[in-house]
């Protein structure tokens, strides 16, 4: 996995960040038998959860208009469920400030939900789902001293996430306000 990680250089100075390109080309299986029986139990994991009526799948973005599908890093709504966008910002990993216009949540179509489409990202203290031995690999490999993005710092509050590889179907979505609570038990 990590020939999927690499690194980036900030336009603004010197110096860089962690990427990982699996986040939009899908995960690769690893060629050690140990190593790919983990990634997919994780999956299976991870669609067991999916597909728990009592979980919902929710995406948090920036205050925008609404979008029929959505990609990218997701979680379950009971983990931000009495949090205001505010409390996300250490929850999910934001740099504090960057939802201060609101937020959109989004409630993603479950069932819509494949396992070739999802990969574990473990906790919102991985930025980008990289973790921090992978990060110091990163910058031994490179040669340069690599570091998460500065607007994805590691969470303060962790909880699960993982990433939607291709877009999935959005059943709804609402607009919160920065100290405006989030109820989990209404669909967003």
């Known amino acids: 996995m990590l020939a999927q990680m690499g690194y980036k250089k900030y336009d603004d100075d010197d110096a860089f960040y962690a990427v990982n390109h699996a986040d939009y080309t899908g995960d690769t299986l690893d060629s050690h038998p140990a190593i790919r029986e983990l990634q997919m139990a994780s999956r299976a994991a991870i669609l067991r959860a999916v597909k728990n009526p009592d979980n919902t799948v929710i995406k948090v973005a920036m205050a925008g208009p609404h979008k029929a599908e959505v990609r990218g890093y997701v979680t379950l709504a009971r983990f931000l469920s009495g949090h205001t966008p505010k409390e996300f910002e250490s929850i999910l990993g934001f740099k504090q400030g960057a939802l201060q216009a609101g ?86």
Request: glycine content about 6%; hydrophobic content about 35%; overall charge neutral.
């Open 103 to 188: 937020c959109r949540v989004y409630t993603v179509e479950s069932g819509r939900i494949i396992g070739d489409n999802i990969g574990p990202r473990y906790f919102t203290s991985w930025s980008a789902g990289i973790s921090p031995r992978d990060l110091e690999r990163i910058g031994e490999v490179s040669g340069r001293p690599v570091e998460y993005h500065r607007d994805y710092p590691v969470a303060a509050n962790p909880i699960p996430q993982f990433v939607l590889f291709h877009p999935v179907a959005v059943l709804s979505s609402v607009v919160l306000k920065y100290d405006q609570a989030f109820d989990a038990t209404t669909r967003a």
